[in-house]
T-cell receptor, first 116, second 114 residues
């Protein structure tokens, strides 16, 4: 158990809909990263939030957006869902100290999103 | 930019045999290197990481990996595997650590047979 929780566990949506996935970071962690893991592939970095601001982004379109709250919990929002958005979405929390970010990431169990 | 290549998509091995999972990376800057394990229907768990220092890194569950800068490799090894080691293994690189823009390989499925 990493202390990182995600909800919901599974979700089914139809094309064009919007979805919000939630992540609760491990206690004391101020950084959260979101990943998309398509079936049979490795996770792909979507973005990272540090102290409630986006801190870096992978090759994902703007319809993927996020929020980080003062208690360091986080949301991933995806608008205008496409069939290819079907994947396991993972969040990972870590601790960033000024000028350094070498701490380990702790992953949640993921949310399985199916888009029909 | 960084990239990661895991050279084997599947590795079948008998219980108590040694195993090596291969990982090559490319990067124009110094990187941090990681190996993660993913059991079915679970998130990723860190096995070990290389940040600096000794090139031989020991991790959990008896795994170790060796960083080879000249060959840009970070192969994972275990001298004797167990049935419970059956899982997906991912090699990953990051230029900054802490999860920032971590790049993962496609994964290697380790299947341990009795």
């Amino acid at each position: 158990e990493t202390g990182v929780t995600q909800s919901p566990t599974h979700l089914i949506k139809t094309r064009g809909q919007q979805v919000t996935l939630r992540c609760s970071s491990q206690s004391g962690h101020n950084t959260v990263s979101w990943y998309q893991q398509a079936l049979g592939q490795g996770p792909q970095f979507i973005f990272q939030y540090y102290r409630e601001e986006e801190n870096g982004r992978g090759n994902f379109p703007p319809r993927f957006s996020g929020l980080q709250f003062p208690n360091y919990s986080s949301e991933l929002n995806v608008n205008a869902l496409e069939l290819d958005d079907s994947a396991l979405y993972l969040c990972a929390s870590s601790t960033r100290v000024a000028g350094s970010s070498t701490d380990t990431q702790y992953f949640g169990p993921g949310t399985r999103l199916t888009v029909l | 930019a960084q990239s990661v290549t895991q050279l084997d998509s599947q590795v079948p091995v008998f219980e108590e045999a040694p195993v090596e999972l291969r990982c090559n990376y490319s990067s124009s800057v110094s990187v941090y290197l990681f190996w993660y394990v993913q059991y079915p229907n679970q998130g990723l768990q860190l096995l070990l990481k290389y940040l600096s220092g000794s090139t031989l890194v020991k991790g959990i569950n008896g795994f170790e990996a060796e960083f080879n800068k000249s060959q840009t490799s970070f192969h994972l090894r275990k001298p004797s595997v167990h049935i419970s080691d059956t899982a997906e293994y991912f090699c990953a690189v990051s230029a900054q650590g802490g999860g920032f823009k971590t790049i993962f390989g496609a994964g290697t499925r380790l299947f341990v047979k009795a």
